[in-house]
């Protein structure tokens, strides 16, 4: 070891001895400090962490939280759309609410209604069917232990359900012949069954038959009304109720019959329009007797359609020309339009003309 030289001056000097280190300082030693250990093998190590105390929330289920109607009121027949609020997003596999609806037979609802994952609310259509008052349906979810509900108001459509109108209103048929009238029915907006027709209040020895006596839903479409006046009809006015219905509801027009006589001042007896068959086929035909011989004018027109539509022409024969009859029976014929019945036609013979005769109903000559 080299010597220590005692001068103090600004020095320092590190010394090792025995494995510790010493500093050396002019005028004083410092204490020995410890040679930092490198460590030896495996080992491991990881960062303190602050330790506290970890709250888990709790799970809760989702409730049912509101039940809403848009709109609350309406005119029946028309649709309403009901939302259901939960009071937090639905879980993984969604929420299925249960819906009950305390008159099925107007309200038309869903038994059960989705409310998909992560969501709070569903909404679902509801239709409505027609009423006559107003009237008020409870609806309600539920799921789980949560219910809640609202009640819709179902209210009547200002305007008629449907309407039934003669076309015309009234007929003037002689005994002994039968005369055609067109029945129209027409559906409102809330409207959708078919309509049975039917006639009452006739008087003994007249009938009244439609074509066809069903009316398909939603209800608008018309009837040919034939009506028939047997011979043994006294002459007058008569009132006949003519009524479609779909079971609940019904809705009425009035057909004035008023029954003639015919003619007993002139030659000619009453008009009856009937269908001749002749040779395997069918024929527009009209019978009546003379009631003496004489020269009178003759025509007549033949429409297609059941109404003698003046715009739907198919034949005339005659023209009003004169011809000289005894006072015996005759029938006449169109001869060009052979088993086509959905036809009619006017005759006039004489001081006679007859109703409008529908051939798709009119009685065998």
């Known amino acids: 070891m080299l010597p220590l030289k005692n001068t103090c001056t600004s020095w320092s000097l590190f010394l090792r001895f025995a494995g510790i280190l010493f500093l050396l300082k002019c005028g004083a030693i410092a204490q020995p400090q410890q040679q930092q250990q490198t460590p030896h093998g495996s080992f491991a190590g990881r960062p303190s962490t602050q330790v506290t105390n970890a709250v888990t929330p709790e799970l809760t289920t989702p409730a049912i939280s509101g039940v809403r109607l848009y709109p609350a009121a309406v005119v029946a027949g028309r649709q309403v759309r009901l939302k259901v609020t939960l009071t937090q997003p639905a879980p993984v596999g969604g929420v299925r609410v249960a819906l009950t609806n305390a008159n099925p037979a107007l309200v038309t609802a869903p038994s059960t209604l989705t409310i998909a994952k992560g969501h709070t609310a569903a909404i679902v259509e509801l239709s409505t069917l027609a009423v006559t008052t107003s009237t008020q349906v409870a609806l309600t979810a539920k799921y789980s232990n949560s219910t809640a509900g609202a009640t819709l108001t179902l209210n009547p ?166 011809l000289s009859l005894g006072g015996v029976g005759y029938t006449f014929w169109f001869s060009d339009f052979a088993d086509q019945l959905n036809t009619s036609a006017i005759w006039m013979v004489g001081n006679q003309t007859s109703q409008c005769v529908d051939y798709s109903v009119a009685p065998d000559c």
């Open 157 to 322: 459509s200002k305007s008629p359900p449907f309407t039934v109108e003669l076309q015309p209103a009234a007929l003037s048929v002689d005994q002994g012949t039968s005369a055609s009238d067109q029945l129209v029915t027409k559906a409102g907006a809330s409207f959708d069954n078919s309509l049975a027709l039917n006639a009452s209040n006739a008087p003994a020895g007249v009938t009244v038959s439609f074509s066809p006596s069903l009316i398909a839903a939603p209800g608008s479409g018309t009837s040919q009304l034939s009506v028939g006046v047997d011979r043994t009809v006294a002459p007058g006015t008569y009132s006949i109720k003519i009524a479609a219905s779909d079971g609940n509801l019904t809705r009425t027009a009035t057909l004035k019959l008023t029954v003639g006589g015919g003619s007993s001042s002139g030659p000619v007896g009453a008009l009856k329009g009937c269908t001749l068959k002749m040779g395997g086929h069918k024929y527009q035909a009209v019978e009546f007797n003379m009631n003496e011989s004489a020269t009178v004018d003759f025509n007549a027109i033949l429409y297609f359609g059941p109404v003698c539509d003046p715009n739907r022409w198919a034949d005339q024969f005659g023209f009003g020309n004169p």
